[in-house]
């Protein structure tokens, strides 16, 4: 028979990556087919939107050298959260899509006041964060929502594109902020207190379906929010007593439940419940991640990326920050935003800054994991390591040392490969999760204590 090769497209917020996947291989094996790096751009009126045109150009194009390398079975697409797309009558876009990193949130906590926000919390079970949609819609321009017939998430919208689907997968909508997580229907209560006519919204489906073809090729549906895919693909099966930590852009520390954790204790610690691509729910809390540093780098003129980490390597012990901190969401000079709030003046080298990044990201996790034995009542015990960040040893060591738990790292490609590997469930090659993942746990490695 043949290979069950699929495709991932993967929405990156720093990289939009097409990778290909052969399911009956001894050992998971992502592929990058083709990779184009991006950001947030300067629109002419100011905000920070993203160039969809690049995005969609870099997903066809990445799909037609995948095709020309080889027949595939299937086609999924995630990306990151959050963000969104107004589409006009005509199914064409209304604007450049908003990065959830633009300014226009900073009244997000009036909002939230407003709403009230143990009553928000009660609904939807997601933490309170600047870049929730419901804060970005409450400070959309209004001309802009009037002309909108059609709301998208992004990885939707690809999917839309590719296909014709009008549908919002699960997971992502979850993490909206506009979800009832009771019915599992978008809030029209909400949706209406920031001004978005419900009608907007397409119905919401689940992750494993059939969305269509392109080309011929069959598209399904799966965790479109990359952080779901990613959990999917850990290297191991975890129990009770095991976080997962999703260490890119963002640092993602959570946990898998049954069901929705809503309590006041959760609440307190703002914790998320976000959808899982199968189910299930991912409590997890959102860290600054790799976005500092590489924002340090190009205040800095963009260095390479090794000599900073060799720097930060031997650099003298140094003062954390808050990496959950929303200061250092965007801030205009990410080094400045660090020194001042580590108390590090000039004479601190880039080393000693870099070591601040990576070790206050390493403190806010263990500090997160913490909480989540608290608020579950299991503690933490082991911890799995997922995503682009696993490519730095020196982060991996410092999530050993401030946790002081055992680790195994597994793929930096590990949302791609989760994505590929609810494909292989849809296309019945994975009975289920539990086999999908043994499957990936065999690409695991133990993080050494040493490695600091
Ligand atoms: C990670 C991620 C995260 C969201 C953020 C916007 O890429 O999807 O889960 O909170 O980006």
Redo the contacts with the bound molecule.
Sequence with gaps: TAPTRVLAVDL??TSVRVASVDLDDDVPRVEIVHRWAHGPVEHRDGTLRWDWEGVMAAVERGLDEALAAGPAASIGVD?????YALLDRDGALVAPPFS?RDARTAGWREVAERLGPAALYERTGIQL?P?NTLFQLAAHDRDELARAERLMLLPDLVVHRLTGRDAAEWSNAS?TALVDRASGSWSTELLEQVGVAPRLLPPIDTAGRRAGTWRGVPVHTVGS???ASAFVAVPGVPGPGTAII?S???V?VGAERDAPVITPDARERNFSN?GGALGGTRLLK?VMGFWMLEQCRAAWGDPPREELLAAAAGAELVPTVDATDERFLAPADMDAEVRAAAGLGQEAGRGEVVRCVLASIAAATARVAGELGTTTGARVEDVLVVGGGVRTDLMNGLFAEHTGLPITVGSAEATALGNALVQGIALGRFEDLTAARRWTASAGRPVPWAAV
């Design positions: 990156g917020a990306g990151w959260g959050v963000d959830h964060m870049i993490t929010h990359d952080t999703s890119g852009t963002w993602l976000e959102n």
